[in-house]
């Protein structure tokens, strides 16, 4: 396989950073996983970080180096993720479960499997055209699907960050899975959460990821997005990848053929202090790795 990928994260006018990123890529399999947590005081970074930390860990157990099913996978990891989440809650005697929404997808045999819960989003381009798009979990997008309000009604309604699935919670998620799509090269995919999308339109997604190489149209959808939402922006982030042959060609593109069939690379961006952030010390970001670190555990030996 060979793919450029660029991912990144910042916390926009909020006081803490509640998404999480990660991708994950074995000789023959990627997978990519986009979260954004929802609870306070750190319970909703620590649901997002449950749930890329649960859907990477599952995938370097299975990708060896391929994914007997994709599509399998992408529901199974994500149920674990949930329940995970509860486990988490439950352990930590929390008053409330946090959650999360979630946006994966898995690159195999040269075609691309996705599965959502929430309104964090996956946008698919060729030749610089929108060809596919996941449909958001919330009350507004289903209103917008009913024909009860336009797409620019649905962008200024009260409710529009009210999502109606997501992770964590009594209610088991409805895991939503697309059929395969084959990828041709410079074929580019986008995972974001709504500081992105809701700033940024998807033409002028679009129109940035075919004018500049991606590590370029990274940068300038993150600055776009943060100017635009402004000092009470959201939290924003993203996972962009061009499949195969980029149309403008990077140094940072990556080839698998070097890994061994059991070989797996991991980037996730983890719990950290952040500026801004007084009441979360460096103490309670190390107590809350290990607790996560025992519910994966505790999930995975059941």
Aim: glycine content about 8%; overall charge negative.
């Amino acid at each position: 396989m060979k793919f450029t990928i660029f991912q990144a994260s910042r916390q926009g006018g909020r006081k803490n950073n509640q998404d999480r990123v990660a991708y994950s890529y074995s000789r023959d399999a990627l997978l990519m996983v986009v979260a954004d947590g929802m609870g306070g005081h750190m319970h909703g970074e620590i649901a997002a970080q449950i749930a890329v930390q649960v859907m990477t860990d599952q995938f370097q157990k299975m990708a060896k180096p391929r994914l007997d099913d994709p599509m399998k996978f992408l529901d199974d990891a994500t149920t674990l993720a949930h329940y995970t989440i509860n486990d988490y809650a439950v352990d930590q005697d929390l008053l409330e479960i946090p959650h999360t929404t979630l946006v994966s997808a898995v690159i195999q045999d040269g075609a691309a499997y996705w599965s959502h819960v929430g309104d964090s989003r996956l946008y698919l381009f060729s030749d610089g055209s929108l060809i596919a798009r996941t449909e958001d979990h919330t009350a507004v997008a289903q209103m917008v699907r009913n024909g009860l309000i336009t797409e620019e009604e649905a962008g200024t309604h009260p409710e529009r960050n009210k999502v109606s699935n997501c992770l964590g919670g009594y209610v088991t998620p409805q895991v939503e899975c697309n059929a395969p799509i084959p990828l041709h090269d410079a074929d580019t995919m986008l995972l974001c959460t709504d500081g992105i999308w809701g700033m940024v339109n998807a033409h002028e997604l679009s129109a940035l990821l075919h004018a500049y190489t991606l590590e370029d149209a990274v940068r300038h959808l993150m600055d776009h997005a943060e100017f635009r939402g402004g000092e009470h922006g959201d939290n924003l982030s993203l996972i962009a990848m061009t499949w195969g042959e980029a149309r403008m060609p990077s140094k940072d593109s990556i080839s698998t053929l070097a890994l061994p069939d059991g070989g797996v690379t991991t980037q996730i961006n983890a719990l950290r202090p952040l500026p801004g952030a007084p009441d979360v010390s460096d103490d309670e970001i190390e107590r809350a790795i290990a607790e996560i670190q025992q519910a994966i555990q505790k999930i995975s030996t059941k």
